[in-house]
């Protein structure tokens, strides 16, 4: 086993117009092709990031009846680089109270893994590389789940060394949130495993390309990963970590300048990484439509499939920012509570149901579906009506016995 | 310590899992304003958490205190005009309806009868204040909560309120536009045309406000049951406004005690049943579409006319006193002026300041709630610290 492991770092496909000196590993194994490659990904991160920030502050504008950047650039789209600029040349603080070591460090610990994440995500056909990933592993979806959760470390070191309550309490409820909502992330993707009967994305994806996208095979699978993530990457209405109405930043209070930066492509990185792995893992990542290569069309998600991977996954960044203008924030217990409460009995159901589609066939598994959808009906019910009478109706009424100051005994 | 010990034994909270196992544990002291998004201004908090959970909270105010009353007891040149300047900027967001306050006040003391025109056009001003005021609330108790939009929602109507204040008043928050006996000068002629543009979107915009927050099921956990304080209680603390008629009682100085001319105005006084965060959050949402309600009542009947009676500029009034109250956006807001006979600015000015009472409930809602709670129940008082400190 830990031979196969170690034979699975290496490339997979190398494509065979490659010179020598490219794929002829150096220094650590790395070849040069590998690099390039590396250089080539975090330019794509960071020029992403810079794109993400943008159109997360256009759809807060246009949610929030404004039109958010306008003047640097056609459209406001020169903002961000302008930001990085203003980032860059801002003084880089380091608080008094703050650990001298630990405290640079932190900045760097939050993003390297998210990093290192993107190098098993399977982007698709690329001319001359075919299905194209920078790091084809056999184990990725085990990868994909540890080193993300390393990024916890970082958080935590950030908010204790800063030497400031808050960002120590902001780290203690990074800590909380991480390990609940970890569970069921793992929880929802072995439902996706069981389907592709694989831990390799690339596999992952062809696998759905014959028996169609995970999001209509296990949907509440889908939905628990995505809120999960969602709530991994401290995103609103998970933000707790950061709750800028409560402990005004968390574990960021205290950096400035560039280090703040870090924290903040981080996060942004963070979306845009689950956003590529929710549309590899369960929405049929390259392919243009579901089906199309049982129709015959999948030609076209072979020729233009970066297009498609890239297209979803900007609509699931889209998403998670809009949710992010229109829902008030959980408070922590409540967060605990729809960690261990909601996502975990749900990616349970949604493991069962796959193993029944995957041992009895469709027609049981169709039956689960629809016990299950009865089952969310009759708790559905049943909360609304746990909830006590609606309260707008009961004030609308004005009583006609009015006190008067006297009545009340108030001073005339 | 500032807590009285019968509120700690109010609210002890359930044992935490730290104090069932005999774990030792270290209380932390946590410092919150005056420099702090959420305080509403320069508040200041002093919590003491156990975690995540406040054991006792100590509130520290004067950061904003300008004197307000003494200086506008030294009015030379303005006389009795002066203590409205300042009062003016004690609560920012509900200035016409303090100026109100103390204009009757003044009246009351020198005698002075107001035209009718006046006194509808005060409604009709107050009341759009009011919307202005609670409009603020929604914005900030929704970025309270967590949600960046309602701000935004808020302030597009605030804009078009403020902008009416400028053509009529000459500023957006300080119109310093009442007079004893009247208004400083008339309004615009395209004043009706104006204000009935503001009340036609200001009904879209509180639909826009439903939709966006108040049955949003993760608003409602985070409101419901929380801050709780019953009508025995308030009525201690002497609480008032949508804090007061949250807990059923309905009273409001409007329909208690109906001053100016709001005893011709149909309007309901909305009362809520429990006393929770999400009742005053709902009171206040009815409250602006019964301040539309007064306000179209008002449009309607809007007489022609002078606005100004015949008041003399410097007013001398005979030696007395008056005390005014009225309904402003947070409470029962009065106003005490002295006159001594002699000289022309009043000898002693006071004002019951509703913002600094309701703040007086703020240990027995925090005590024992989570940080996140903390700051939701100090936006539910709808404080503003100008008013608090004065």
Redesign the interface.
């Known amino acids: 086993m830990t031979n196969n492991a170690a034979s699975e770092l290496t490339l997979q496909a190398v494509p065979s117009w490659m010179p020598a000196f490219l794929v002829a590993p150096m220094i650590g194994g790395l070849s040069l092709a590998d690099l390039i490659a590396l250089v080539v990904l975090l330019l794509f991160v960071l020029n992403f990031v810079m794109i993400e920030i943008w159109m997360e502050r256009k759809v ?1 504008g246009h ?4 039109r958010g950047p306008l003047h640097v650039g056609p459209h406001g789209s020169l903002q961000s680089p302008a930001d990085v600029l203003k980032l860059l040349t801002k003084e880089d603080l380091t608080p008094v109270a703050a650990d001298p070591i630990v405290f640079p460090m932190a900045p760097y610990l939050v993003f390297v893994p998210v990093f290192l994440t993107f190098l098993v995500i399977p982007w698709g056909p690329l001319v001359l590389f075919g299905n194209f990933v920078i790091r084809p592993f056999d184990l990725g979806l085990v990868y994909m789940v540890a080193i993300p959760a390393m990024q916890g470390i970082g958080l935590v070191m950030a908010g204790w060394s800063s030497g400031n ?2 960002s120590l ?1 902001g780290s ?1 409820r990074v800590v909380a949130q991480l390990i609940s909502y970890e569970l069921p992330m793992v929880i929802a993707l072995l439902g996706v495993a069981m389907m592709a009967e694989s831990l390799n994305l690339t596999t992952i994806v062809e696998s759905q390309m014959k028996q169609g996208w995970n999001v209509f095979l296990q949907p509440i699978g889908f939905l628990v990963f995505f809120l999960a993530t969602m709530s991994e990457m401290s995103r ?2 998970f ?2 970590a950061v ?6 930043g968390g574990p960021f209070v205290e950096y400035s300048g560039m280090r703040w930066g870090m924290f903040y492509l981080a996060e942004f990185a963070a979306v845009c990484l689950n956003s590529a792995l929710s549309t590899a893992l369960f929405l049929g990542g390259w392919e243009l439509f579901p089906g199309s290569h049982a129709l015959g069309l999948g030609w076209i998600s072979d020729q233009f499939g970066l297009l498609f991977f890239m297209g979803k996954m900007i609509v699931l960044v889209v998403i998670i920012q809009w949710a ?11 967060l605990m509570d729809f960690a261990w409460k909601f996502l975990l009995p749900a990616g349970f159901v949604n493991f069962i149901l796959t193993a029944i589609l995957q041992v009895f066939g469709f027609v049981p598994f169709a039956i689960g579906i629809g016990l299950t959808l009865a089952l969310a009906a009759v708790l559905l019910a049943t909360y609304q009506a746990r909830r006590s009478p609606s ?2 109706a ?6 006609e ?5 006297q ?2 005994g ?2 005339v | 310590m500032a807590i009285a010990p019968s509120i700690d034994m109010l609210r002890e909270p359930a044992p935490s899992v730290a104090e069932e196992r005999n774990l030792e544990t270290v209380e932390m002291t946590i410092n919150m304003g005056p420099q702090h998004p959420s305080t509403h201004g320069v508040f200041r908090m002093v919590l003491t958490l156990e975690g995540e959970r406040v054991k006792n909270v100590q509130s520290h105010i004067g950061y904003l205190h300008r004197g307000a009353e003494k200086l506008g007891e030294s009015g030379d040149l303005e006389g009795y005009r002066k203590a409205m300047i300042t009062l003016d900027r004690t609560d920012y967001l509900s200035s016409l309806l303090n100026e109100h306050a103390y204009v009757m006040a003044v009246e009351k003391l020198a005698g002075i009868s107001v035209p009718e025109r006046a006194e509808y056009i005060r409604v009709i001003l107050g009341e759009i204040t009011r919307i202005n005021s609670h409009c603020m609330f929604y914005g900030a108790f929704g970025a309270d909560s967590g949600a960046t939009t309602p701000f935004m929602y808020a302030f597009a109507l605030r804009e078009e309120i403020q902008q009416l204040f400028e053509a009529v008043g000459g500023a957006r928050m300080f119109p310093n536009y009442y007079r004893a006996g009247g208004l400083r000068e008339d309004v615009p002629h395209d004043f009706v045309r104006r204000v009935q543009t503001i009340i036609d979107r200001a009904l879209y915009a509180f639909d826009d406000f439903d939709n966006l927050i108040t049955t949003n099921e993760i608003f409602l956990s985070r409101t419901r049951g929380l801050g709780i304080i019953d009508q025995t209680r308030a009525l201690d603390l002497g609480v008032s406004g949508p804090l007061l008629r949250a807990t059923g009682l309905p009273y409001d100085v409007r329909r208690s005690e109906p001053y100016s001319i709001y005893d011709r105005f149909a309007f309901d006084v909305p009362v809520g049943t429990t006393g929770d965060c999400y009742e005053r959050y709902l009171i206040r949402q009815e409250e602006m579409r019964q301040s539309v309600r007064i306000i179209d009542q008002a449009l309607k009947d809007l007489p022609g006319g002078p606005t100004m009676g015949n008041a003399p500029k410097a007013l001398r009034p005979p030696k007395g006193e008056a005390y005014v109250r009225i309904e402003n956006s947070r409470g029962d807001f009065g106003v005490y002026l002295v006159s001594d006979g002699k000289s022309s600015a009043p000898y002693r000015v006071k004002y019951r300041s509703p913002c600094f009472v309701n703040l007086q409930s703020l240990n027995d809602m925090v005590i024992g709630t989570y940080i996140a709670d903390a700051v939701v129940a100090l936006g539910s008082i709808d404080i503003v610290l100008g008013e608090v400190d004065r």
């Open positions: 807060a949610v929030q009846l404004r309550k808050y309490l203690a609103a209405p933000d707790i709750a800028e109405s409560e402990i005004v992010r203008f229109v829902l008030p924030r959980l408070r922590i217990d409540q309260t707008v009961l004030i609308r009424t004005a009583p016995a009015v006190p008067t100051s009545g009340l108030l001073p």
